[in-house]
């Protein structure tokens, strides 16, 4: 059974950073196009990041040029660099794969991510 764990949130001001992290385990990693997603109170999961198995990345509108994803297949984990936070990231962040090639793993518990002055 696959799990994802999902560490690294927190609370943070407007213009700050985080960098969030998920391991995967009970599956083959490196062979998964994998996603960070975001889901608001009330909302579906969004897609906010997205990174191949050969390293090419994707970006919602929404925070292309804040964002960054990265991989390391080696320790099973994906990775989200949060720069110049705003208010609207506010959200529950998740990993999972890229849900428009893959079938999304059941998910995991998420991390909060709360962006306030």
């Known amino acids: 059974q696959v799990q994802l764990v999902e560490p690294g949130g927190g609370s943070v001001q407007p213009g700050g950073s985080l960098r969030l992290s998920c391991t995967v385990s009970?599956?083959?990693?490196?062979?998964?196009?994998m996603g960070w997603y975001r889901q608001a109170p009330g909302k579906q999961h969004e897609l906010v990041a997205s990174i191949t198995t050969s390293g090419s990345t994707n970006y919602a509108d929404s925070v292309k040029g804040r964002f960054t994803i990265s991989r390391d297949n080696a320790k099973n984990t994906v990775y989200l660099q949060m720069n110049s936070l705003k208010p609207e990231d506010t959200a529950v962040y998740y990993c999972?794969?890229?849900?428009?090639?893959?079938?999304?793993?059941?998910w995991g518990q998420g991390t909060q991510v709360t962006v306030s002055s």
């Open positions: 009970g599956s083959i990693f490196s062979i998964y196009p």
């Open positions: 999972n794969v890229d849900k428009r090639f893959v079938t999304p793993w059941r």
